[in-house]
Each structure stands twice: as C-alpha cells, then as structure tokens.
C-alpha cells in the first residue's frame, strides 16, 4: 500500500505541478495581452495630448500673431495722433505769436442792421472783401489770445475724439 500512496502522491504532486506551471503561463499570457492593450491605449493617450497640445501652440500664436499687429496698429495710431497734435499746437503758437506781434488782428463782423437801424441787407460789398457790410470791431489782443486758446482747447478735444473713434473702430472689428 505504500506504493499506491507514493504513486497517489508523485501523481498528485504532478498534477498540483502542472497546475501551477499552466495557471501562471495563462497568468503570464494575460499579463502580456494586457499590457500589450495598456501599451496601446497610452500611445492613443500620448497621441491626444500632443494634438491637443500642438492645436494649442498653434492657437496661442495665433493669438501673439494678433497681439502683434494691434500693438503696430496702436503704435501707428498714437503717433500719428501725436503728430496731429503737435502739428495743431504748433499751429495754435505761431498765431498766438502772430496776435502777440500785431501780426495778426482778430476782428467780429457787426450786426449791418443794428448799425443802420433797417432790416434789410445791404446792397453793397466793399472792395476789400466779400462779406456784407464794412462795420467790423477789431478785438483785444487779450481776448484774441483767450479765444485762440478755446479753439485750441476744442482742436485737441477733436483730435482726441477722433483717435478713439479709430481705436473703438478697430477693436470692433
């Protein structure tokens, strides 16, 4: 009987050996198959992110692209904004400087029919112009100076208007 038990035993021990060695080459096989699917799918993963990823630098320059040309564009803007300014305050000193120097009078046409005490227009032009009328009252260098001066103030208001029209224009496109 010792012998059906060893027998028994060295079967047994065989098969529990066969077992094991088939139950970890299905483990091993599994594992391959896997990462195998696992190596896959973080390709198509590593895939995605560098699309994702090249679609993005694509897009934030792009985005520099644009950022660029509205910086040229309000770099042209302020400077030509800036030279109509300067021109106008040029302009806005030499007749003050004309006015200062007697160069230049400033004068205020007078109400023809106030002055002649009739409604009607006068039939005559002087021979120096072509407004109607020769009663003109010339104006004190001081308030010729301080009108200068308002007009100047609404020249650069203008101006300034205008320069944010453009950049409200741009913007809206």
Do not use: P
Not at 84 to 103: C, F, I, V, W
Not at 130 to 140: E, F, I, K, N, P
């Amino acid at each position: 009987m010792k012998i059906d038990v060893v027998k028994w035993g060295g079967i047994l021990l065989v098969s529990l050996v066969l077992m094991v060695g088939s139950a970890w080459a299905s483990w091993a096989w599994q594992a391959n198959a896997y990462g195998k699917q696992m190596a896959a799918k973080e390709a198509a993963h590593q895939a995605v992110l560098t699309n994702i990823a090249n679609a993005n630098s694509a897009q934030v320059l792009a985005e520099e692209g644009k950022r660029f040309a509205l910086e040229q564009w309000l770099a042209a803007s302020d400077q030509s904004h800036y030279r109509a300014l300067t021109d106008e305050k040029t302009k806005q000193a030499r007749l003050r400087d004309r006015l200062a120097t007697a160069d230049l009078r400033l004068s205020v046409q007078l109400d023809a029919t106030a002055a002649t005490g009739c409604d009607a227009v006068q039939a005559t032009t002087s021979t120096g112009g072509v407004v109607y009328g020769a009663h003109r009252a010339q104006l004190d260098r001081a308030h010729a100076k301080r009108i200068i001066g308002i007009t100047g103030d609404g020249d650069h208001g203008l101006i300034a208007l205008q320069a944010c029209q453009a950049y409200a224009r741009a913007v809206a496109r």
